[in-house]
């Protein structure tokens, strides 16, 4: 037992050295941490040059074969899209109004089978003044005021009106020749 007891201590001042540290250990520590942060902060700025450098080179290349390909176009500036109520508020109103009164009609429409084609046809034609409508729009500039432009925009919403008015109109004379056909 005293053999063992022997071997516990011996092993024990053997870790107690093992524990002590050298005198110069923090001197040392701290030369390793220096030299370990100076390496770690040169090289993310490397990275990044690196990187820098592939994007310009790669954008480079773009820029001269899209210049290659299309040498006579040149990059024009956007007009910017504007609506009735940049000229004027009044102009917002009429258009706000026309397109109620139309949409307000529409949705009193009652389709049925017997009035089917006909709406069909006077849709083909609202589209038809839709689709103008929008077109003529997009040639609205802030720079530029166009009387003509702004009267075909007002025309083709009181045109747009008229025509669910006579559809309208068409509908109530296609029920007032059924409720005849059912009197008779």
């Not at 006579?166 to 007032?176: A, I, P």
């Amino acid at each position: 037992m005293e053999i063992m007891k022997v071997e516990i201590r011996e092993k024990l001042n053997q870790e107690k050295m093992l524990r002590e540290l050298s005198k110069d250990h923090r001197s040392l520590f701290e030369k390793r941490l220096q030299k370990e942060l100076h390496k770690k902060s040169s090289s993310p700025k490397r990275v990044l040059l690196i990187a820098a450098s592939v994007i310009m080179l790669f954008s480079l290349g773009y820029l001269v074969t899209n210049v290659k390909q299309n040498p006579g176009q040149t990059i024009e500036k956007p007009s910017a899209k504007v609506s009735l109520q940049e000229f004027s508020p009044e102009l917002k109103k009429m258009e706000n109004y026309y397109l109620t009164a139309i949409s307000f009609e529409m949705a009193n429409l009652k389709v049925t089978d017997e009035n089917k084609m006909i709406l069909d046809d006077y849709f083909r034609k609202m589209n038809v003044l839709t689709n103008e409508y929008k077109l003529q729009s997009e040639k609205l500039q802030i720079d530029k005021i166009d009387e003509v432009l702004i009267n075909n925009l007002i025309d083709n919403l009181q045109m747009r009106l008229q025509l669910m008015i006579d559809l309208k109109t068409e509908l109530k004379k296609l029920k007032s020749e059924k409720n005849e056909e059912h009197t008779l």
